[in-house]
């Protein structure tokens, strides 16, 4: 099936305790729609400046994704981002930040865009998400991501947002702000209570965690040595988690729980390297491996119920009592 992305476009630089980007090819609708583009069709909504070279939009035809309504704005400039990461590199920090011509960003979809089955909102602004998702009233599944500076400046739009899909994707600091909850599982317990039909909770090195109203599956995160650049992470996970919706012929929680599994394999892959360098040249045979691998390292045999009680159970000859000692006076 056909899947949309509408997001940001744009160029980062990044620095990490381990080397340096002055100018990548970054955003949030790039790094989906590359993760994406090995599942499904994706069509990507976006504006870019006359900055955003032939190369970078051939470099997205080369991975299959649609580029009709990425929108060039003539003598414009492509938004920018500059941040760096500590060895800690849950945390970004932002450096820079140039909104260029992503400041006046109105989403156009075409006529084949808005016939698409699957549906991803980024982070973009919550009327614009609202207005996307009322231009594709037949798709089959929309998710949205959001970010600290909607859920602080636009939480009444954000809130009516998340009530027209069907499923959110935030990290889990985002979850417990925008829920009011310090406890992620009443945090994700009640931003179902508006109406989605699953939150999807990234948790970065720790992993991932899906809630549906009857249900909670969690997994790791995929185990790696060396870890260059998180920066698109998140979206590249949320890209191979729709992505792989894209592929199947029934949405259920069984599919929803496989498509995590990709989107952590996804994942994996991005940060291995700078910026979209990693994704950019990954094969199928990457990707079914990885996954392979990851059904590995979860597995465990299941042991009978009563096996587990026996091995418990403490041997009878422990069970005399001890004889109980006389206070000693103390002098």
Known sequence: MSLL??????????ETPFGKRDRMLGGSATHFSLSASFFAEVRIVGVVGSDFGAENIALLQRHGVDTTDLECIADGKTFFWRGRYDYDLN?????????????DFKPKLSAESRRARLVFLGNIQPELQREVRAQVSDARFVALDTMNLWIETARPALRRAIEEVDAVIINDAEARQLAEEPNLIRAARRILSWGPRAAVIKRGEYGAALFTRESYFAIPAYPLESVFDPTGAGDTFAGGFMGYLASCEKIDEAAMRRAMIFGSVMASFNVEEFGTERVQRLTHAEINERFREFKRFTHFEEIPFERIARLAMPDESDRSPVAAKEPTALN
């Open 5 to 14: 992305v509408v997001g940001s476009v744009a160029f980062d630089a990044v």
């Open 91 to 103: 945390t970004a920090h932002t450096l820079e930040t140039q909104l260029n011509v992503f400041a």
